[in-house]
């Protein structure tokens, strides 16, 4: 985000332009200090927490041990909304850019992105209040069934408050911003290509196959990354939908489930004191650095992807 | 392979603006027939109805007949895909699939018919495709590199070899040189000499030097005015075309004198 006119020493610089140019600059320099500051905080609240001891860390003997569950509750709640939400959003955005007539293509996009605009208590309360209780008998029937798969070995919950709603509920949240993202990229997608294609005799499927996703590739990685992000910090949905105990367990279905970074501290901030903070700080910090590798993570698969200047 | 081309009292239509009017035309097998005319006059349109891709954009549709060796194109049970597999199109702008190999490109078409073939048939068919192109001595040593990485004239040759792969009837040009300089010009020129051995092909071009270097026959449209619907308004072999053509307006628009 340089902006042009830092080159010094040009010869005649108008007022009007050097003013604005150190108004974006400052803009720029703020984030940074932002992301600093929230870095510097983080760690150095934290640090305290690796003395910490078993009365501080809910019965773990270090932090360690401590943040491990969380972290794992995380990424599992994450992994598993993306797998539910990646195929979806793509096939809502290939039917909005390249299936649906027009007008009803433009009503269901306007829809879609009415979802993001939900507060995420409203999705907690509604995985609480309606979707958790009709999972339930999906669950009893998947534990019945299917309980040789470790995720399904139940016993399952009856509540419906697991790990795998929580995830349902997350992969809505992501859904939207992953659908208008890739409906973008896909829309982008030059006629040239797609009619190079079809001239070859490709059926409308085929032709997507071909012209649309390998184009849309690096947006559609991009996509997923940034849902990634989202549903990897989402805090009220999890706290809410998630009957948590703090386990390690890939069973999707039962009351026992992990909890998840972001959940765990807004649910036990509120009333723990010293050490016990830092110790849900240092695991602020952990999500932090986690966010922040699948962010550059991101960046990197889109660089190598597509070695031009194309975002 | 190579088959005749008949059309009928062929309307075309922008849902209800009539671009094309009533065209009869005899395309002879194994010869290149060429679609001159000022821009507009829908011979680009005509054109994409020969392949059924016309009506790839929405509302576009057509009246009348296109018959190939004998087959009605329109008929209600012909599918556009088996018709596009049978008649290939080369676009204005080159168009590889930017994110394939010179290799996969070729065998883009090929892989469509989802027939799987073998490794060896797929490398012959890549040099046979390319040599029928005159591209295998620029890129036989990097059949693995992007299509994107050629220049535009081999760019073009490659989506030339792409769409001979298939082996089809008839192959469509649609202004295949405009984007191209002389000397790729002139090689993908030469490159339509020699297809003519085994394809009937139709070429629109702007460029009325080379319709007369390459073709046989030309058809000229033209529109009476701006929003009045474009009309074939000869269609001669070129050497008449271009010496004594039977309508003044043809005439007019060879000499420069149009408009």
Redesign the interface.
Known sequence: MSTTTTKSGSPKRRLGDLVFANLTRGAGLIILVALAGVAVFLTLEGAPAFSAGPNDLGGKSNLLAYVAPLVFGTLLAAVIALLIAVPLALGVALSISHYAP?RIASVIGYLVDLLAAVPSVVYGLWGIGFLGPKMVPIYEWLAEHLSWIPFFAGPASNTGRTIFTASIVLALMVLPIVTAITREIFAQT?R??E?????????RW?MIR??VL??G?SGIVSAAMLGLGRALGETMAVALVLSASGVVTFNLISSTNPSTIAANIALTFAESNGLARNALIASGLVLFVITFVVNFSARAIVARYEPGSKK | MAKSIDVSDLNIYYSDFLAVEGVNMTIKARSVTALIGPSGCGKSTFLRTLNRMHEVIPGARVEGKVMVGGQSLYDSDVDPVEVRRMVGMVFQRPNPFPTMSIYENVLAGVRLNSKRISKSDADALVEKSLQGANLWNEVKERLNKPGMGLSGGQQQRLCIARAIAVEPEILLMDEPCSALDPISTSAVEDLIHELKEQYTIVIVTHNMQQAARVSEDTAFFNLAATGKPGKLIEMNPTKKIFSVPDEEATEAYISGRFG
């Open positions: 027009k030059p040239l290509n009619e190079a294609a079809l001239a070859l005799g490709a059926t085929e071909m012209a390998p184009y590739r």
